[in-house]
């Protein structure tokens, strides 16, 4: 039995060696050529400052009494915002730093009542103008304000201004509007002028 147990122990002791010389082998063989995956150089990171103008629910309301011959008329002007991030500018591309503004566009509903009847309602946009705008001051310009001036040989007389926010870049327009006969809501305007502010 002794015998036996010897040589179990040899055995074990043997085979014990040869395991730890496989491993070694196989832990020491490194290949000749390592392959190296291209890599492409990342994009130059560029930081981007992004102004998200708040949506506005307040409608701003003008009432006027306006005399048409010898009848009074009731002129309401309502401006409001249409909150659609319409408007989307991003300053030049090759700076460090963006700067991305998301703003709305506003529209101003005229609406001439005389009692309970309805005479005339329009609404003005600064795309009524963009005939006479540049390209891109119309891409991002929002229409101001509206003030009614006079009344004269059946139109309603207007000023409009219209500008780029956050900018000094504004443009003042005189419009009018027919309030009866076969031109009923037909607009014109004129007098289109740089304003600055």
Not at 88 to 106: A, S
Not at 118 to 131: A, E, G, P, R, Y
Request: proline content about 3%.
């Amino acid at each position: 039995m002794k015998r036996l147990l010897i040589l179990i122990l040899t055995f074990s002791i043997l085979s014990s060696c040869d395991r730890k010389k496989s491993e070694k082998t196989q832990s020491e063989f490194k290949p000749k050529t390592e392959l190296k995956a291209e890599t492409k150089p990342e994009p130059k990171k560029l930081d981007t400052t992004v102004v998200y103008w708040q949506t506005d629910f307040d409608t701003i309301r003008k009432n006027q009494e306006v005399k048409i011959g010898n009848e009074i008329h009731q002129l309401e002007l309502k401006t409001y915002s249409l909150n659609d991030s319409s408007i989307v500018r991003i300053n030049d591309l090759n700076k460090p730093i963006i700067y991305k503004d998301i703003y709305h566009d506003n529209v101003t509903e005229i609406i001439l009542k005389k009692g309970n009847d309805v005479i005339l309602n329009s609404q003005i946009k600064k795309s009524t103008f963009k005939d006479s705008l540049d390209g891109d001051f119309l891409k991002y310009s929002v229409l101001r304000s509206v003030e009614y001036d006079f009344i004269r040989s059946n139109r309603l007389y207007f000023k409009a201004d219209i500008d780029v926010p956050d900018t000094d870049w504004a443009i003042g327009s005189d419009f009018a509007i027919f309030y009866q006969t076969k031109k009923k809501g037909q607009i014109d305007f004129w007098n289109i002028k740089d304003i600055g502010l």
